[in-house]
């Protein structure tokens, strides 16, 4: 009896113990993020025992509010420029920058409306973009129209979203005729069709960044996390890529 309640007692304070040097780790992350991370985060909770706080928009947003003095331990960009910008201002401590994900750009219409789309050069309508301002898939999208020569002729018709998930949302609610979105969006939407998928040399390559804003011990256990292969199993389940060739880490410019 007296040896039962000793090792329930161990347990108890063992439980304590780890509640106590439990963390909770800030991630902002790109929208185009949204689904994965959050599964990655549940996850990463479970298997650690630290709690993880999401925050999820436009990767241009996310950094002025970063550098603004927003509480992040860990951001996650759809664009390497935004991770150099932070840098630059002395917002990241590791010199270091991990690409854990790929992804490809393509154009998409509502569902059924697929046999109707000719090409960009007919296009008729309303086209949404993310806003080359700040969103990284608005930028990816205006590379490639301007490598096709488009953007002139249709920059009349263009709409400016603000975050990658918000460009999926105006086609799918019909305020707009087309738009230019993540494949991994497209993919796990039902109520748009791919017409178009844009060759990687048109744009920039599109890799998704991660880097430590804060000392935090948590911050390191992510990104060692994201190595791990079920973690690269969950991001290939929501359609990005994780080749081999990505997941480095990658020096970035502080000039």
């Not at 108890?12 to 689904?35: H, K, P």
Request: proline share 3%.
């Amino acid at each position: 009896m007296e040896a039962a309640m000793l090792t329930r007692c161990l347990s108890i304070l063992l439980i304590l113990i780890g509640s106590a040097q439990a963390e909770t780790l800030t991630v902002y992350a790109a929208a185009s993020l949204t689904g994965p991370v959050t599964t990655i985060a549940r996850q990463f909770e479970q298997d650690t025992g630290n709690r993880v706080r999401l925050s999820f928009a436009s990767s241009g947003s996310l950094v002025r509010q970063i550098d603004a003095g927003a509480p992040c331990d860990m951001f996650m960009s759809a664009s390497v420029q935004w991770v150099d910008w932070l840098r630059q201002r002395k917002q990241v401590d590791h010199a270091g920058v991990h690409c854990f994900a790929s992804n490809r750009l393509v154009m998409v219409v509502p569902h059924g409306q697929a046999s109707s789309w000719q090409s960009l050069h007919h296009m008729q309508g309303k086209l949404v973009i993310g806003d080359p301002a700040h969103v990284p898939v608005g930028q990816y999208a205006k590379q490639a129209l301007v490598r096709v020569q488009a953007w002139s002729s249709l920059e009349g018709q263009l709409v400016y979203a603000n975050n990658a998930r918000a460009v999926l949302r105006f086609v799918v609610e019909g305020q707009a005729d087309a738009g230019i979105v993540y494949a991994s969006d497209a993919e796990h939407e039902p109520r748009v069709t791919t017409v178009q998928t844009f060759d990687t040399t048109m744009h920039d390559q599109i890799g998704y960044y991660a880097v430590n804003c804060t000392s935090a011990p948590a911050g390191s256990q992510w990104m060692r996390y994201l190595r791990e292969a079920h973690v690269q199993a969950i991001l290939a389940g929501y359609g990005l890529g994780v080749d081999g060739s990505l997941a480095h880490h990658m020096a970035v410019s502080t000039s």
